[in-house]
């Protein structure tokens, strides 16, 4: 029995630890920005072709992808977005929410008082309100992908060729 425990236990460790040694590396040769997305993470593809798929990415091996049950020569991708959690877009909704009316508050303040302390605590809410809307906007910014007509390539990689520079 114990022997058969430790078998499974070494098939299930090994099969976790195959899975979290490939990434998918975009990266902009001109930039030199690099992001890394880890097998399993879901994702959203455009091909060449224009076909969509979305599902959990399985890394093949280094020149191929698996979505949907579709074997994707890495050559054949045209954009590649990873995709959130919906926590994040809840995250930003809210911060919006209560960015836009302090915004407002902040102007109306600095615009009704008079000079000096007022404008400056008008200003200070307003600048604050206008951050926090910036930031929900862009927290939730569903047209972020890596697009190859923007320069951006794909490989796949092991995690032992990462390097701290592309971490």
């Known amino acids: 029995m114990k022997i058969i425990f430790t078998i499974l236990f070494l098939l299930i460790s090994s099969a976790s630890i195959s ?5 998918f590396q975009a990266y902009h040769p001109e930039t030199g920005e690099t992001y890394l997305i880890e097998a399993g993470k879901v994702v959203r593809i455009v091909t060449t072709e224009g076909k969509r798929y979305k599902d959990r990415l399985t890394i093949v091996d280094e020149n191929t992808i698996e979505l949907d049950g579709k074997l994707i020569p ?3 991708i045209d954009k590649i977005k990873k995709m959130r959690n919906v926590w994040v877009y809840v995250l930003g909704a809210i911060t919006v929410y209560f960015g836009v009316p302090l915004f407002a508050a902040g102007v109306i303040v600095a615009a009704i008082g008079e000079a000096g302390t007022t404008v400056a605590i008008g200003g200070a809410v307003a600048l604050i309100g206008a951050g926090l809307t910036y930031a929900g906007i862009n927290g939730i910014n569903p047209a972020r992908g890596f697009k190859r007509y923007k320069g951006w390539e794909y490989k796949v990689i092991n995690a032992k060729a990462l390097t701290p520079a592309t971490n």
């Not at 899975?19 to 990434?23: A, G, I, M, N, R």
């Open 19 to 23: 899975q979290t040694l490939d990434y």
């Open 74 to 76: 890495i050559n054949e």
